[in-house]
């Protein structure tokens, strides 16, 4: 039994007169029972139909219960009956009397002039085998799903007209009732798919929020121009957008209804809508799982291997980077579709980042798989350790979104350790090596270097150089250790820059020096958390 009241007896009959499917007239019912979906379409149009032949029966006592057709459309609640008495009982059973024949007339199945087709053909058990089988072919991993559904556009349009159609029948249902009462399209397809799913799946939940997404397209070429004359009434409501191939967005045709008045919209769109020619199309089901974000520590242990790919003019200049030496096995122990770096600062190519290495972190994009235990992760970060002699990876771990920004947050307060090998021109003193030794908290004034200045705009940053130590190597050279703020220009430092950064090591001991090589010792970000070996 289908959990109809006498009242929504001119809602059903005007609804099936107009063309709807037995799911819409449901809907329009604002039947919110979810069983009286599920349930054989036929079966809903035949117990629909016999519901308005009982009132072709019982038409006396029943034209009491009618609502006279010329009530106010503000008044929601129960009539008094003294307006009752003004129906006039004949023209009102004459005009229902031809309704259901007209009903009784349209046997031949024909497609929904509201959801074109996709309460009717498109959703029952053929399409829950279908989104099944293409779920299973990607081989993801998950436990529950959500079922997101993407309507054409011109849908809403037809589901306004509709809602016009029967406007002042739905509101004499006595409750206050509003378009926004009517059951939408896309949850009544998610009532009847969920459980069909549920059981091509083995029992997987289908779910209202989950990490993992199916969606369902549905596209109606032939109808699409049903939005068009909402350009001509609100043409604010569409403005081309960068990434959208049609200013008809979904989004953007409800808000034209939202301000289009009744009467100018009647004036442009039939009421109720006019049947399509034929039922919309299923898109490829699409899959997506939400990105996992995995985090760790790397040294980069060669001095010809950029960080990212370096690529000038289209033309690649090294033949691997720290990323895709990480990525790779990651991305493909994940089966992720893509990556998105990102580390707390970055070395340049011929740096060395030794001791605990650099924080870095990694969005996976789309991942097939996305639970791996401790065992695995320490294996995977073996796989990483093993593929390359140039980078090793440690405190491999999956964080979240949200930790992500813990890396980046308060990165110019953090403090770097470096050793710079260093020539000198003017052979090295005692005293040179204590002097150094004893300079603490150096503020330098860093002009941006010239080798960074075709990416970087000019600018003079301050920098402090907390501590520097010398180990002494021949009377050219030394290794020279610094404690620096994050940020700060060492090879600048060191050789000056043309003067660019003051004060700088040329300065300090009066002669010409240069870098020779440079390696990060380490980086003072205490994120992400260290794992125990
Ligand atoms: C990569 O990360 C950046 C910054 O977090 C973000 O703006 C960008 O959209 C991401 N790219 C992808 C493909 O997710
Ligand atoms: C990978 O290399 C790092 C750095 O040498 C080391 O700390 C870590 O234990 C190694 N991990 C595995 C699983 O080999
Ligand atoms: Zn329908």
């Given amino acids: 039994m289908l959990p109809l009241k006498?009242?929504?007896?001119?809602?059903?009959?005007?609804?099936?007169?107009?063309?709807?499917c037995a799911r819409c007239v449901l809907r329009f019912c604002c039947v919110s029972v979810q069983a009286a979906y599920r349930q054989a379409q036929h079966e809903t149009l035949k117990e629909l139909q016999t519901f308005i032949m009982e009132k072709e029966n019982n038409k006396v006592q029943d034209s009491a219960d009618i609502k006279p057709h010329d009530t106010e459309l503000s008044q929601t609640v129960e009539d008094p009956p003294c307006k009752r008495a003004k129906l006039d009982p004949i023209e009102a059973v004459q005009s229902e009397t031809d309704a259901a024949a007209m009903v009784t007339l349209k046997k031949e199945p024909s497609v929904c002039v509201v959801c074109l087709g996709i309460l009717q053909d498109l959703c029952g058990p053929d399409q829950a085998v279908k989104m099944a089988e293409t779920v299973k072919a990607q081989n993801y991993e998950f436990d529950t799903l959500v079922l997101s559904v993407s309507l054409p556009a011109q849908l809403c349009v037809r589901e306004h007209s509709c809602w016009l159609h029967v406007k002042k029948e739905v509101r004499q249902k006595g409750l206050v009732l509003d378009k926004d009462d009517v059951i939408q399209v896309k949850e009544a397809f998610k009532w009847i798919m969920?459980?069909?799913?549920?059981?091509?799946?083995?029992?997987?939940?289908?779910?209202?929020?989950?990490?993992?997404?199916?969606?369902?397209?549905?596209?109606?070429?032939?109808?699409e121009s049903d939005c068009h004359f909402l350009a001509k009434c609100c043409?604010?409501?569409?403005?081309?957008?960068?990434?959208?191939?049609?200013?008809?967005?979904?989004?953007?045709?409800?808000?034209?209804?939202?301000k289009i008045s009744d009467g100018k919209f009647l004036e442009h769109y039939p009421c109720p809508p006019s049947e399509p020619s034929g039922s919309c199309t299923p898109q490829d089901i699409q899959c997506l799982h939400v990105s996992v974000f995995i985090a760790g520590r790397y040294n980069k242990f060669c001095r010809s291997l950029p960080?990212?790919?370096?690529?000038?003019?289209?033309?690649?200049?090294?033949?691997?980077?720290?990323?895709?030496?990480?990525?790779?096995?990651?991305?493909?122990?994940?089966?992720a579709d893509g990556f998105n770096f990102s580390s707390s600062g970055r070395e340049d190519v011929d740096v060395r980042t030794l001791g605990n290495g650099r924080p870095f972190a990694m969005e996976l994009l789309n991942p097939h798989r996305s639970r791996f235990s401790k065992v695995e992760m320490k294996q995977l970060q073996e796989t990483i350790n093993k593929s390359s002699d140039k980078i090793r990876v440690r405190d491999l771990q999956i964080v979240t979104r949200e930790a992500m920004s813990r890396m980046k947050e308060g990165e110019e307060e953090k403090t770097k350790s470096y050793t710079a090998l260093v020539w000198t021109q003017k052979s090295i003193e005692?005293?040179?090596?204590?002097?150094?030794?004893?300079?603490?908290?150096?503020?330098?004034?860093?002009?941006?270097?010239?080798?960074v200045l075709h990416r970087r705009a000019l600018a003079?940053?301050?920098?402090?150089?907390?501590?520097?130590?010398?180990?002494?190597?021949?009377?050219?050279?030394?290794?020279?250790?610094?404690?620096?703020?994050?940020?700060?220009?060492?090879?600048?430092?060191?050789?000056?820059?043309?003067?660019?950064?003051?004060p700088n090591l040329c300065q300090l001991l009066k002669t010409d020096t240069d870098i020779l090589e440079l390696d990060v010792e380490s980086v003072d970000v205490d994120w992400p958390p260290p794992i125990p070996e």
Avoid at 316 to 326: C, K, Q, T, Y
Avoid at 430 to 451: A, G, Y
Wanted: hydrophobic share 35%; glycine share 6%.
């Fill in 430 to 451: 005692n005293e040179d090596i204590s002097f150094i030794n004893d300079i603490k908290d150096l503020t330098l004034d860093q002009k941006t270097p010239l080798r």
């Fill in 460 to 502: 003079i940053r301050q920098r402090v150089i907390h501590s520097m130590n010398v180990r002494f190597v021949d009377s050219h050279h030394f290794y020279l250790g610094l404690k620096t703020q994050a940020g700060t220009y060492i090879k600048e430092f060191v050789h000056g820059d043309f003067g660019r950064t003051k």
């Fill in 235 to 258: 043409p604010d409501c569409f403005r081309p957008t960068k990434n959208k191939q049609s200013v008809f967005t979904r989004m953007a045709v409800v808000k034209a209804l939202e």
């Fill in 194 to 223: 969920q459980g069909l799913v549920t059981r091509q799946l083995e029992g997987v939940a289908v779910v209202s929020k989950s990490p993992f997404e199916v969606g369902v397209e549905f596209t109606h070429p032939d109808t």
């Fill in 6 to 20: 006498e009242k929504d007896k001119p809602i059903v009959e005007k609804l099936l007169t107009a063309g709807c």
């Fill in 307 to 335: 960080q990212t790919p370096w690529v000038i003019d289209g033309e690649r200049r090294m033949e691997s980077s720290v990323e895709e030496l990480i990525a790779a096995p990651i991305l493909s122990a994940f089966r």
